[in-house]
């Protein structure tokens, strides 16, 4: 009985380690071309198209609502002891650091990362990328590695982005709705915004974060088993590896970044 | 220049502990259209991939073209399917892309000619396999048989030496059915190609090939001209031919004596 168990857990352990072993190797043969930009330019271009730019609704109202829902929920404890006026930095230091990298990536990899292994399982399932691979093309230089790029140029930018919208959801709900002194909400925000410390680690999270969902939601779908049932389980479950992974990741960043 | 293009030496193939084949050897002629034959699930499919390089053998040799497939590295591989080409039954089509750009997708990746010279040869291709008029359109506006046919003019882009076909013929209408077979014969005659169909509508088959192997149980059963198979001696050979429910190939799946399951039941 215990053996059996442990034999379960042994296979198990063997299988994940086996799936990070091929995920790294899929990573290694997308990224280790010399890129021909003559090619490899349009391709990018048309992925940061699909995986950015197309993302950039969600991105937007999401950064918005945080943005307001945090400065209503600020202002209520921050206006028990008259420091409405430090609504400006929690707001900001909220985002920069911790909602806008967690929540792009948490929605990025709902919009653009299940879309992106159901597409890549879907090729496999349909016999494009054999049929790549026929034809003398690379579908890991063709196929994977713009996409991967794409990801990870676009997913900081959408953070920002993020963070940005969101500071003007909380002036608009802070200061427009609520009366927050406008120049007050401003000043404060100057005065306790890092660069280094909070914009740039907010940035370094991202790019974390990116490279993590992007290769997670790549390798989930160039992985799938290609039948209907098996690009389904895919794609959930680079939604729920990658929103875990981001999670975790985020704790050890903080940790490392704001921890001591 | 050897006549033979496609020589398999010895082949042995596992998927796990599945022996798919033990021991086998077959040669295509150069300039000729082979077929190879056998029941479902006898792994005519992996063969293909094996000459295509995208499976490893167990043992033995697939030279192409006095290469040998499986020793070469990654560089060579990727140089050496430049001369081949596989049609496979789905068709394969890129679905983001049009026909047109199907077809100039392997010029556009291995040369760097003109955008009105590429032009010339797709519509050539198109021509060739009477889908100049959807040159527009999208893989999933295309009938089963035209996508076929798309993805046979893509095939044959960049001029192969060597064109693999899978089940070409599998759930084709009559027509499509007729325009492939004509297009297989047409084109390997027309481009000086060596083809491989593998196949098994039988009928469609032995009209268009040269040389015929019947593959099952892990090996080559029987080969030889379509007349000379006809008459092989061999059962199963003729099982597969006349297409006989029972013989070697047994209707029924392996299972316990029937009368005594019956029984067990009413007991």
Same mark, same amino acid.
């Given at each position: ?9 042994? $296979?198990? *352990?063997?299988?994940?380690? $086996? ?13 280790? &071309? ?28 999401? /950064? ?35 909602? /806008? ?8 990899? /709902? ?26 093309? %690379? ?50 925000? $100057?005065?306790?915004? %890092?660069?280094? $410390? ?24 160039? %992985?799938?088993?290609?039948? *209907?049932?098996?690009? *389904?389980? &895919? ?26 | ?9 010895? +082949? ?42 995208? +499976? ?9 073209? #006095? ?25 394969? !089509? ?18 760097? =000619? ?6 010339? !040869?797709? =519509? ?5 396999? #009477?889908?100049?008029?959807? @040159? ?11 996508? @076929? ?14 064109? =693999? ?19 297989? @014969? ?19 088959? !032995? ?35 006349? #297409? ?20 067990? +039941?009413?007991?």
């Amino acid at each position: 009985m215990i053996v059996d168990k442990l034999q379960q857990l042994g $296979q198990h *352990s063997i299988a994940k380690i $086996q799936g990070m072993g091929r995920a790294t190797i899929m990573l290694f043969g997308a990224l280790i &071309a010399w890129p021909t930009p003559r090619k490899s330019f349009p391709l990018l271009l048309k992925q940061l198209y699909v995986v950015g730019v197309l993302s950039l609704l969600i991105i937007l109202v999401s /950064g918005l609502f945080i943005g307001m829902v945090l400065a209503l929920q600020g202002y209520t404890v921050l206006s028990k002891f008259g420091a409405e006026q430090m609504l400006g930095p929690l707001v900001a230091l909220s985002l920069l650091r911790e909602l /806008g990298p967690v929540v792009t990536a948490l929605l990025f990899a /709902g919009r653009a990362g299940s879309a992106l292994t159901a597409e890549i399982g879907l090729m496999k399932a349909t016999e494009q990328l054999s049929g790549m691979e026929m034809m003398a093309v %690379d579908p890991l230089r063709r196929i994977i590695a713009p996409r991967f790029w794409a990801g990870v140029i676009s997913m900081p930018l959408l953070a920002m982005i993020f963070t940005a919208v969101g500071i003007l959801g909380g002036h608009l709900v802070g200061v427009d709705w609520l009366g927050v002194d406008g120049g007050g909400y401003w000043s404060a925000m $100057q005065a306790n915004v %890092d660069f280094q $410390q909070d914009i740039l680690n907010g940035v370094i999270k991202s790019a974390v974060f990116a490279l993590i969902v992007t290769w997670i939601a790549l390798h989930k779908g160039f %992985d799938a088993v290609p039948t *209907s049932e098996g690009i *389904s389980q &895919a794609t959930t479950q680079t939604v729920v590896t990658s929103s875990l992974a981001v999670l975790g990741f985020d704790f050890i960043l903080t940790a490392v970044m704001f921890g001591g | 220049m050897s006549d033979i293009l496609v020589d398999i030496q010895h +082949l042995t193939f596992k998927r796990g502990d599945r022996v798919i084949y033990d021991d086998m050897s077959m040669q295509f002629q150069r300039g000729k259209v082979t077929a190879i034959m056998g029941p479902s699930g006898i792994g005519k499919t992996t063969l293909l991939r094996l000459i295509g390089g995208q +499976l490893k053998p167990e043992q033995g040799k697939i030279l192409v073209d #006095g290469q040998d497939i499986p020793q070469l590295n990654r560089k060579d591989l990727y140089k050496a399917r430049q001369k081949m080409s596989m049609l496979f039954q789905s068709g394969a !089509m890129f679905s983001d892309m049009s026909v047109y750009d199907n077809v100039a997708f392997p010029i556009r990746e291995h040369t760097r =000619l003109p955008e009105e010279l590429i032009r010339l !040869m797709v =519509l050539m291709k198109l021509e060739a396999v #009477g889908l100049r008029g959807a @040159r527009d359109l999208m893989p999933a506006e295309l009938s089963g048989g035209m996508a @076929r046919r798309a993805a046979l003019a893509r095939a044959i882009a960049l001029d192969p030496q060597l064109i =693999l076909y899978d089940e070409p013929f599998a759930g084709q209408d009559p027509i499509s059915m007729g325009v492939i077979v004509r297009l297989i @014969r047409s084109l390997n005659n027309a481009l000086g190609l060596t083809s491989v169909v593998v196949s098994h509508d039988v009928n469609e088959v !032995m009209s268009i090939a040269d040389y015929v192997y019947v593959v099952a149980e892990q090996k080559v059963i029987g080969q030889g001209t379509p007349d000379e198979l006809r008459s092989h001696p061999s059962a199963l050979v003729q099982q597969f031919l006349q #297409g006989q429910s029972d013989g070697p190939v047994p209707f029924h799946f392996k299972a316990a004596s029937y009368s005594a399951e019956l029984m067990e +039941l009413a007991k």
